[in-house]
């Protein structure tokens, strides 16, 4: 079973960037997409990004379009998030997880999430 776990989270002013990391146990090309996802308190979770692991195909929430970037690395087995102009509504517990079938449809597995606060 696919292990993932997040790290890169923190505590960053409005307009400051981060980059998250999802580090995998197993290949993620065995997997067809790998998303990120975030919560807020009292929110329900969302679909932040999406990276289809054959060719890089990528999608974005609304709300993230053009700030934020995920990318991954099939030689490390990992995925990641840049996140650009970071905003206080961007605060969540953000998580990684996969689809093994379809592009971040229906996700058999998760990490246990990195916090990002962003805050003045």
């Known amino acids: 079973q696919l292990q993932l776990a997040e790290s890169g989270g923190g505590l960053v002013q409005p307009g400051e960037s981060l980059t998250l990391a999802c580090a995998a146990s197993d290949y993620i090309s065995n997997y067809y997409g790998i998303g990120w996802f975030r919560q807020a308190p009292g929110k329900e979770r969302e679909e932040v990004s999406c990276?289809?692991?054959?060719?890089?195909?990528?999608r974005y929430s609304d709300s993230v379009k053009g700030r934020f970037t995920i990318s991954r690395d099939l030689d490390q087995n990992m995925v990641y998030l840049r996140m650009n102009n970071l905003d206080p509504e961007d605060t969540a517990l953000y998580y990684c997880?996969?689809?093994?079938?379809?592009?971040?449809?229906?996700?058999?597995?998760w990490g246990r999430g990195t916090q990002v606060t962003v805050s003045s």
């Open positions: 997880a996969a689809d093994r079938l379809a592009w971040c449809i229906s996700m058999s597995e």
């Open positions: 990276i289809a692991t054959y060719d890089g195909s990528t």
